[in-house]
């Protein structure tokens, strides 16, 4: 069965730090691109980051440029989302997906995670 599982969510105060992570199952990540998703309640799902296969290539999201850092251990078959300085506004169920293409593009992603809760509040 091939599956995506995040994890590493939680409840952080604003100015903390989350690493969450996206381990594969049934496949392997090493011919996937990985992107993070979040959909907060009553918004639309937004693209945060991306991450090529081979790890060289990543894109971030305006509003996390500079906090968030996105990365991979093939080894491990997992993907991880660095999140620094969280601030209220990432509050949101995010989501790791895979797809064989380097996009943005979230209907290019063909296996999706069940989704971490990160709750950022004081």
């Known amino acids: 069965q091939l599956q995506l599982v995040e994890s590493g969510g939680g409840l952080v105060q604003p100015g903390g730090s989350l690493r969450l992570s996206c381990a594969a199952s049934g496949f392997t990540l090493n011919y996937h691109a990985i992107g993070w998703f979040r959909q907060a309640p009553g918004k639309e799902r937004e693209g945060v980051s991306c991450i090529s296969s081979s790890g060289g290539n990543t894109n971030y999201a305006d509003s996390v440029k500079g906090r968030f850092t996105v990365s991979r251990d093939n080894a491990k078959n997992t993907v991880y989302l660095q999140m620094n300085s969280l601030k209220p506004e990432d509050t949101a169920v995010y989501y790791c997906?895979?797809?064989?293409?380097?996009?943005?593009?979230?209907?290019?992603?063909?296996?999706w995670g069940q989704g971490t809760q990160v709750t950022v509040s004081s």
């Open positions: 997906a895979a797809s064989l293409f380097f996009t943005v593009a979230a209907d290019e992603y063909d296996y």
